[in-house]
């Protein structure tokens, strides 16, 4: 494995432009280079640093001004795709760019760079040598797939990509705002006055900016039964699930066997309301939540509280129906992330999908 000491401030040695680097090996070099799996470089304090073919790194820019603090998002991303050296002391990276909405708007007119977030970043077909010198840290660019119910969690100080771009072909995929509002509008992950309400149901999957849900899609029912439209919306139904049709006619499950059943453990003839209360709060809380995204909930960061809030209602259904809740269910439900609190503002009103009509 090649080392090679970090010259983060020696800016002739970062690279010109995502355009390349001057000092960049030809092809016929390149092709003559000894390859390597990964390299060591050290920072100011001496501490040591790897990097591996395959993963993402943050670049030093362009014009980065010596010794100045740089906030992580304003770094290149880039994947390794290759390491290569020169002699004992040059190494090399072929990498593959991460570019960021506003260099993707400067080559594509059309494309709005404002609803990309800071840390958001577009795969491109785009390659180019890098010396290993430009190298600052490893970062994980996390996968942001905006129709997909079972989407992890990415904060709002991670990378995240949604979109890949073709450069030669100005092609970027999927084309923002598909998969999104009747507006068509793409979601912008920074904007802290947006929310977006998320479907869960198999055929909708879509999430509407709420300032297009206030005009027309109201919940007409009343706030009463809110919580249990909520918690009625299933990511695998097209259907409003009917709760009571769930309970299960058979004595639950005990975790200590060899107990006698006690007859209040009999759901038969419980309540759903009974049932419920007898699961916990916290549990039932989050199922019962509106699936939101955007800058204005802030805990739920980019990704929104899809991922907790449709576990929770998930293990909901399979108690109602008799299978015990783990133990360990906060292990998938973040409680803190999944509540929807927006400072400042009035409760959520009760929308309705306007592509089926159920509660989000
Ligand atoms: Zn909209
Ligand atoms: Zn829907």
Not at 209 to 232: N, V, Y
Request: some cysteine; overall charge neutral; charged content about 25%.
């Amino acid at each position: 494995m090649p080392r090679r000491r970090r010259g983060r401030f020696t800016p002739k040695k970062t690279t010109k432009s995502h355009g390349g680097d001057p000092a960049s090996p030809t092809e016929a070099e390149w092709r003559s280079m000894t390859e390597f799996g990964s390299f060591v470089v050290r920072d100011e304090e001496d501490v040591e640093h790897i990097f591996r073919k395959g993963d993402d790194a943050t670049v030093l820019p362009y014009k980065a001004i010596v010794g100045e603090e740089l906030p992580l998002h304003k770094y290149w991303v880039a994947r390794i795709k290759e390491i290569r050296a020169k002699g004992e002391d040059e190494v090399w990276a072929r990498v593959q760019w991460h570019w960021s909405g506003h260099e993707v708007a400067g080559t594509i007119k059309s494309f709005h760079g404002a609803s990309c977030g800071n840390y958001e970043r577009i795969y491109s077909d785009h390659f180019d040598y890098v010396s290993s010198s430009a190298f600052d840290a490893v970062v994980h660019v996390h996968k942001f797939f905006e129709t997909n119910p079972n989407q992890p969690y990415i904060g709002k100080d991670e990378f995240y990509t949604r979109y890949t771009f073709e450069y030669k072909a100005r092609i970027i995929n999927p084309r923002p705002g598909s998969g999104t509002c009747v507006c068509e509008e793409p979601y912008s992950p920074d904007d802290t006055m947006g929310l977006m309400h998320f479907c869960p149901r198999p055929s909708c999957r879509h999430a509407y900016h709420q300032k297009c849900l206030l005009a027309e899609f109201k919940d007409p029912e009343s706030s009463m039964t809110r919580s249990l439209r909520l918690l009625a919306s299933s990511p695998d139904s097209d259907e409003t699930i009917v709760l009571e049709d769930l309970i299960s006619s058979e004595p639950p499950k005990k975790k200590r066997r060899g107990r006698p059943a006690k007859k209040s453990l009999d759901p038969i003839g419980v309540s759903l309301e009974d049932l419920l209360k007898g699961m916990p709060s916290g549990l039932v809380l989050v199922a019962q939540q509106p699936i939101v995204r955007g800058a204005a909930f802030s805990a739920g960061g980019v990704s929104g509280n899809v991922q907790a809030v449709l576990h929770a209602r998930n293990m909901v259904y399979a108690a109602l129906s008799g299978t015990p809740i783990p133990d360990d269910w906060e292990d998938n439900v973040d409680i803190d992330r999944a509540i929807v609190r927006v400072p400042g503002r009035k409760p959520i009103p009760a929308f309705v999908c306007p592509k089926c009509g159920g509660a989000i």
